[in-house]
């Protein structure tokens, strides 16, 4: 008897180490995230600060879980409680050491999100999810910058050639910056995920190509291509809504940007 309850107090003294093992790697893959550009693939650039003091608060909350759980161990009594009779308490279970085993195993999600980094949301997210342009209420569009070409987002580009008719792109050149992701009928798209907070609340900026279309590039691929406004437009086979077109001069393959997200 005396051994089962020590084996039970061994057990509850693993799990309480395993969640803190767990609160630390999970803190110390928050922190990593965050001090790197990886916390961008996740959240809009505005919130690395919570993310960094997040990170700090479970690391902090790990060491002294475990501080205390080998302080208490240090103090804990080894003869087990009596029922009464002389006999010592038991629970009427025979957990057999699973409960230790179980809570070990919930450092794997841990040490996953601590040595994978999983891509940005690109073109399966794409395929999957209506235009961010749903909805897009602006009373005025202000009249673009100087330049040649003009560099703007894929959210205003759409926002000027759907919602505003393309007035204020008139014959102005434009620069855009995406990845390709495939349409309606197999052409390819120019698109870009945009976040409201996080990638769990992404949605994505359709726009069709024309003109020097790129070609023999595969899904996912970031171009920057430079063009000027067409009245052509498409439809969104996710949302059934209309999604500008861009008359494409020219392009060229470029590197996925440090902020993927608009």
């Known amino acids: 008897m005396v051994v089962l309850c020590s084996g039970r107090i061994a057990r509850a003294e693993m799990n309480r180490q395993a969640q803190a093992v767990v609160l630390l790697l999970l803190g110390g893959s928050v922190l990593r995230a965050s001090v790197t550009d990886v916390y961008l ?24 879980t475990l501080w205390y759980d080998l302080r208490g161990s240090e103090h804990r009594s080894g003869t087990p409680a009596e029922d009464g009779h002389g006999t010592p308490a038991e629970d009427g279970h025979d957990h057999h050491g699973h ?26 997210a794409v395929n999957q999810t209506g235009t961010a ?25 759409a926002g000027r050639a759907i ?5 204020t792109l008139g014959e102005r050149r ?16 120019l698109a870009r995920m945009v976040l409201s ?12 190509m024309a003109g020097d279309v790129p070609t023999g590039l595969p899904p996912d691929t970031w171009v920057e291509v430079v063009g000027r406004y067409t009245a052509k437009r498409g439809t969104d086979p996710v949302s059934e809504v209309d999604i500008p077109y861009l008359d494409i001069e020219s392009w060229q393959r470029v590197a996925p940007p440090k902020q993927p997200y608009e």
């Open 41 to 64: 693939r996740y959240v809009k650039e505005g919130l690395r600060p919570f993310l960094i003091a997040a990170g700090v608060l479970l690391i902090v909350a790990a060491v002294l």
């Open 99 to 124: 409960g230790g085993r179980v809570g070990w195993l919930l450092i794997l999600p841990a040490v996953g999100l601590l040595l994978v980094t999983p891509p940005a949301l690109g073109s399966y």
């Open 133 to 157: 342009l749903t909805g897009q209420e602006v009373d005025h569009y202000p009249a673009l910058p100087a330049g040649d070409p003009v560099r703007l987002g894929m959210l205003d580009y």
């Open 163 to 167: 919602v505003d008719d393309g007035h």
């Open 174 to 189: 434009v620069q855009l910056v995406g990845f390709v992701a495939p349409g309606a009928d197999g052409e390819q798209i």
């Open 197 to 208: 907070c996080c990638a769990a609340d992404g949605r994505p900026i359709k726009v069709g």
